[in-house]
């Protein structure tokens, strides 16, 4: 019986960062899927002819191109140029294996039209998302939020980060609704109002984190060439190569426990012995629970989105109180820029938390701004947590992804699965270790 520190079940993106960071740690991690790929749920598919097929729709047209051009994201993800996920693969040096672009513009749909979300000073004064005044308004929110620090009770101007509301935060700077909307939800990247009533820390943090990801290129986004599922392969590449093993194609059994803790996992009859579990909730539907359902509708389009200033890609969020919703519509643009759709072709997804039994309705005001649309592929998921820490089980389960467009949210379950499973939390300045000798299979 083969024994080893950590057994990761799937090859999403999180799992592939943890299974990553743990091989880097140390750790002998044995990573078993029962896909023949990468990237589980959150996979990039490839070519074309496997979208129609997966969707059992009939295609694709001979007008979109050679299929073996588009690989498509069923789970777009950007993520912000100072965010977590970007330190992490910094830290790990996984960017050896992947090449990132610039994703060219965010808007903000207000009041039936797209605007451009302000990136610089000179955006700001072409900005009509803005009068005059809230516009020197807006400029001091930002200035305060740069210069703001935790450590340096000097740089709060009165606020008390901890109790003052965000609420109150923004009347002290006397900015008007329309101008609180955008920043709350197209730069701190909230999806729903209930932030306005908790403590302006985090809202400081997020906006900060927005302008620093803006100050290192044009626009605070980026996303791999060739698609996300670059990433889970470049860090099942630091994996190997920190002596990792992985078993692709591989049916899981069972998982075995004794006195209520993980002690093996059982794959294609052979036992493997483990005293930590990493999985995806596919693995464990019993130790998951259902918190809602996210629609993801994919589009393929022959034209930039109008309104956009013909971008190449683009993050566009429709704010909740715009369509008298709950949480926010995201959509994602990325196109053969970023080598993921043949020549003058789009990829477009729209998503949101569902919230009534038509979801596919919901998503009609996003799916209005990509019209004409050459095909549509609709996907309704539950979205599931864990029941548990899994400290006791010393089996930690991954949340499903939300309906964002951006990495934030899943970087925080990483973050925090990393928490529980090492005791401490992630620190980026630390030296990697020496490499070991891959296990091939």
Same mark, same amino acid.
């Given at each position: 019986m083969q024994e080893y520190d950590i057994i990761v079940l799937g090859t999403g993106l999180k799992e592939c960062v943890l299974s990553g960071l743990m091989s880097l740690? =140390? #750790?002998?991690? $044995? !990573?078993?899927d029962k896909n023949p790929y990468h990237g589980g749920e959150s996979v990039s598919i490839s070519p074309l /002819? /496997? $979208? %129609?097929? #997966?969707f059992k729709v009939p295609g694709p047209a001979k007008s979109m191109g050679r299929g073996k051009e588009w690989n498509v994201d069923l789970i777009p993800k950007f993520f912000l140029a100072s965010g977590q996920l970007v330190k992490i693969l910094m830290h790990t040096e996984v960017t050896r294996y992947l090449d990132f672009r610039v994703v060219e513009g965010s808007h903000v749909y207000k009041a039936g039209k797209l605007h451009k979300v302000p990136a610089s000073e000179e955006d700001a004064n072409a900005s009509d998302l803005m009068g005059m005044f809230d516009k020197r308004r807006f400029r001091k929110l930002l200035l305060f939020a740069l210069n703001f620090d935790m450590r340096n009770p000097r740089t709060y101007q009165d606020v008390d980060p901890s109790k003052t *509301? *965000?609420?109150d935060l923004f009347s002290r %700077?006397?900015? =008007?609704s329309d101008v609180v909307e955008f920043i709350g939800h197209a730069i701190a990247l909230h999806n729903c109002e209930s932030y306005l009533d908790q403590p302006c820390v985090e809202t400081i943090r997020r906006i900060k984190l927005y302008s620093q990801s803006l100050?290192? !290129? +044009? +626009?605070?986004? $980026?996303y791999p060439v060739y698609g996300l599922a670059e990433l889970p392969q470049g860090f099942a590449r630091l994996n190997a190569e920190y002596g990792g093993t992985f078993l692709l194609n591989k049916a899981v059994d069972e998982i075995l426990l004794d006195n209520g803790r993980v002690t093996a996992v059982k794959s294609d009859g052979k036992l493997f012995q483990c005293k930590q579990l990493i999985c995806d909730p596919s693995y464990v539907p019993n130790r998951v629970r259902k918190v809602g359902n996210v629609i993801r509708v994919i589009c393929l389009l022959n034209h930039p989105v109008k309104n956009t200033q013909e971008a190449n890609s683009c993050q566009i969020i429709i704010p909740q109180t715009q369509l008298h919703r709950k949480s926010d519509i995201f959509i994602s643009v990325v196109s053969y820029a970023h080598n993921v759709a043949s020549d003058g072709m789009y990829i477009a997804t729209v998503t949101t938390a569902a919230e009534t039994t038509n979801p596919e309705k919901e998503v009609q005001p996003g799916l209005e701004l990509l019209e004409p649309i050459m095909q549509k592929f609709v996907s309704i998921s539950n979205l599931l947590v864990p029941k548990d820490d899994g400290k006791k089980s010393q089996i930690f389960? +991954?949340? +499903?992804?939300? /309906?964002?467009n951006h990495c934030e949210g899943e970087c925080d379950d990483i973050m925090d699965m990393y928490r529980r499973i090492t005791g401490v939390d992630l620190c980026f300045g630390s030296?990697? !270790?020496?490499?070991h000798t891959s296990d091939e299979d």
């Amino acid at each position: 019986m083969q024994e080893y520190d950590i057994i990761v079940l799937g090859t999403g993106l999180k799992e592939c960062v943890l299974s990553g960071l743990m091989s880097l740690n =140390g #750790k002998k991690v $044995l !990573h078993i899927d029962k896909n023949p790929y990468h990237g589980g749920e959150s996979v990039s598919i490839s070519p074309l /002819e /496997e $979208l %129609f097929k #997966k969707f059992k729709v009939p295609g694709p047209a001979k007008s979109m191109g050679r299929g073996k051009e588009w690989n498509v994201d069923l789970i777009p993800k950007f993520f912000l140029a100072s965010g977590q996920l970007v330190k992490i693969l910094m830290h790990t040096e996984v960017t050896r294996y992947l090449d990132f672009r610039v994703v060219e513009g965010s808007h903000v749909y207000k009041a039936g039209k797209l605007h451009k979300v302000p990136a610089s000073e000179e955006d700001a004064n072409a900005s009509d998302l803005m009068g005059m005044f809230d516009k020197r308004r807006f400029r001091k929110l930002l200035l305060f939020a740069l210069n703001f620090d935790m450590r340096n009770p000097r740089t709060y101007q009165d606020v008390d980060p901890s109790k003052t *509301t *965000t609420q109150d935060l923004f009347s002290r %700077f006397d900015l =008007g609704s329309d101008v609180v909307e955008f920043i709350g939800h197209a730069i701190a990247l909230h999806n729903c109002e209930s932030y306005l009533d908790q403590p302006c820390v985090e809202t400081i943090r997020r906006i900060k984190l927005y302008s620093q990801s803006l100050a290192r !290129h +044009s +626009s605070p986004y $980026l996303y791999p060439v060739y698609g996300l599922a670059e990433l889970p392969q470049g860090f099942a590449r630091l994996n190997a190569e920190y002596g990792g093993t992985f078993l692709l194609n591989k049916a899981v059994d069972e998982i075995l426990l004794d006195n209520g803790r993980v002690t093996a996992v059982k794959s294609d009859g052979k036992l493997f012995q483990c005293k930590q579990l990493i999985c995806d909730p596919s693995y464990v539907p019993n130790r998951v629970r259902k918190v809602g359902n996210v629609i993801r509708v994919i589009c393929l389009l022959n034209h930039p989105v109008k309104n956009t200033q013909e971008a190449n890609s683009c993050q566009i969020i429709i704010p909740q109180t715009q369509l008298h919703r709950k949480s926010d519509i995201f959509i994602s643009v990325v196109s053969y820029a970023h080598n993921v759709a043949s020549d003058g072709m789009y990829i477009a997804t729209v998503t949101t938390a569902a919230e009534t039994t038509n979801p596919e309705k919901e998503v009609q005001p996003g799916l209005e701004l990509l019209e004409p649309i050459m095909q549509k592929f609709v996907s309704i998921s539950n979205l599931l947590v864990p029941k548990d820490d899994g400290k006791k089980s010393q089996i930690f389960v +991954s949340r +499903s992804y939300d /309906e964002t467009n951006h990495c934030e949210g899943e970087c925080d379950d990483i973050m925090d699965m990393y928490r529980r499973i090492t005791g401490v939390d992630l620190c980026f300045g630390s030296q990697r !270790h020496q490499s070991h000798t891959s296990d091939e299979d």
